[in-house]
């Protein structure tokens, strides 16, 4: 499948918030080994670290086609995405970086 930069950088963008919420429940909940976590806890977060692991999965076969398709090495996509998205944070253009 053939993915745009702009497709990577949102892909990025939501695997980042999904993991946002898992860490965000975490603190919340206290961590596991001193607070017990009740089965509604325990499900919410496992459902929310499930849908992260997913999601940065779909990053990373979505960079590796992106970097294969280009003729370029992962990690330059993967630093042009971080770029990307740190520009969108500070309201920059969001033109994908060359």
């Not at 009740?38 to 990053?59: I, K, M, N, P, Y």
């Not at 076969?61 to 003729?71: F, N």
């Not at 740190?86 to 969001?94: L, P, S, V, W």
């Amino acid at each position: 499948m053939a993915h745009t930069f702009e497709e990577l950088v949102a892909k990025q963008r939501a695997a980042d918030e999904a993991h946002t919420r898992v860490r965000h429940l975490q603190d919340a909940y206290g961590p596991p080994a001193r607070a017990k976590w009740s089965a509604q806890q325990t499900a919410t977060w496992e459902t929310a670290r499930r849908a992260w692991r997913d999601l940065a999965r779909d990053v990373r076969i979505a960079v590796s086609e992106y970097a294969r398709a280009e003729g370029v090495p992962r990690h330059e996509v993967e630093d042009r995405v971080q770029r990307a998205l740190r520009r969108e944070e500070e309201g920059e253009a969001d033109a994908p970086d060359a």
